[in-house]
């Protein structure tokens, strides 16, 4: 048993299963701790430039983690690890707590022979960001806000809360459009308003075949999610190729699994 949350259980799952496991391993374990990014109340501004400088314009609080770990890594491989948390606004302690945790989730995940001894084999499709970016909505699912695009602006709204805003050191937040139709997130914190932490953007192809429960609607080329909160409408042909494929994708899941699960009880 992962000592996880179910869901980010779920997205380090994956992420071994599709080969992309180090940075979804880093994200999970980031997603478990406190937020690294840190937001001193008279630096707001440079702070999220800092941030910003992680983001390389993916659209993703979850991959700018991913780099800001990387790059403390290398700096404390040359011994320059405090000037980067200082210069980055990192809190050292937290990206020592994420480390830790990787440490710990790999060798549970190894244990239980779903990823291999061999790290090259389990990262062979790390590099695809929208692979990554496909495992990081199967498990954040349904924490979904559509990107609602007008002339001069930009919202966001959930199914349960309606208009909701990005917390003020999202990435996501520093920019005045974004090419997603969805963003995916963790987590939601209400002051006077509604406000989402980290997100990513996502393409209306991600959240079908990564996201929850799909069914036809009233009329050809029409699906639904979120019992109808969220339509999808394409050709009839297309419609029913990514039901298909769907469905083909979650057998595979399963396949995958139940083949991990034989293969641990004839140890």
């Given at each position: 048993?992962l000592?996880?949350?179910?869901?980010l259980?779920?997205?380090l799952?994956?992420?071994?299963?599709?080969?992309c496991?180090d940075p979804?391993?880093?994200?999970?374990s980031?997603?478990?701790?406190r937020?690294p990014?840190?937001?001193?109340?008279?630096?707001?501004?440079?702070a999220?430039?800092a941030k910003?400088r992680?983001s390389?314009k993916?659209?993703s609080?979850h991959?700018a983690l991913?780099?800001?770990?990387?790059?403390?890594?290398?700096?404390?491989?040359?011994?320059?690890?405090?000037e980067?948390?200082?210069?980055?606004?990192?809190?050292?302690?937290?990206l020592?707590?994420?480390h830790?945790l990787?440490k710990?989730?790999?060798?549970?995940?190894?244990?239980?022979?779903?990823?291999e001894?061999?790290?090259?084999n389990?990262?062979k499709?790390?590099?695809n960001?929208?692979?990554?970016?496909?495992?990081i909505?199967?498990?954040?699912?349904?924490?979904?806000?559509?990107?609602v695009h007008?002339e001069?602006?930009m919202s966001?709204?959930?199914?349960n809360?309606g208009?909701v805003?990005l917390?003020a050191?999202?990435?996501?937040a520093?920019y005045?459009?974004i090419?997603?139709?969805?963003l995916?997130f963790g987590e939601?914190?209400?002051?006077?308003?509604?406000?989402?932490r980290?997100?990513t953007?996502?393409?209306?192809s991600i959240?079908i075949l990564?996201g929850?429960?799909l069914?036809?609607?009233?009329?050809?080329?029409?699906l639904?999610m979120l019992?109808?909160?969220?339509?999808?409408?394409?050709?009839h042909?297309l419609a029913e190729?990514?039901?298909?494929?769907?469905e083909?994708?979650?057998?595979l899941?399963q396949?995958k699994v139940?083949?991990?699960?034989?293969?641990?009880?004839r140890?």
């Amino acid at each position: 048993m992962l000592p996880v949350d179910p869901k980010l259980g779920k997205m380090l799952i994956m992420g071994a299963i599709f080969h992309c496991f180090d940075p979804v391993l880093t994200i999970v374990s980031g997603l478990s701790v406190r937020d690294p990014f840190l937001l001193p109340q008279d630096k707001k501004d440079l702070a999220g430039t800092a941030k910003s400088r992680f983001s390389a314009k993916d659209y993703s609080d979850h991959m700018a983690l991913v780099r800001a770990y990387e790059g403390w890594k290398e700096a404390e491989r040359e011994g320059s690890a405090y000037e980067y948390c200082w210069r980055n606004f990192l809190s050292a302690q937290t990206l020592q707590a994420i480390h830790s945790l990787r440490k710990q989730f790999n060798f549970i995940l190894k244990d239980t022979s779903l990823v291999e001894e061999d790290a090259s084999n389990n990262n062979k499709l790390s590099h695809n960001q929208s692979l990554v970016r496909a495992i990081i909505c199967s498990g954040l699912y349904p924490g979904i806000a559509s990107v609602v695009h007008r002339e001069t602006s930009m919202s966001f709204k959930t199914m349960n809360d309606g208009q909701v805003f990005l917390y003020a050191n999202s990435v996501n937040a520093r920019y005045e459009t974004i090419p997603y139709p969805w963003l995916v997130f963790g987590e939601k914190v209400k002051v006077n308003t509604v406000f989402i932490r980290d997100s990513t953007g996502v393409s209306d192809s991600i959240l079908i075949l990564f996201g929850g429960a799909l069914a036809f609607g009233a009329q050809a080329g029409h699906l639904k999610m979120l019992d109808g909160y969220i339509d999808f409408f394409m050709d009839h042909n297309l419609a029913e190729c990514f039901l298909k494929l769907k469905e083909e994708l979650d057998k595979l899941l399963q396949k995958k699994v139940s083949w991990k699960r034989l293969s641990l009880s004839r140890k």
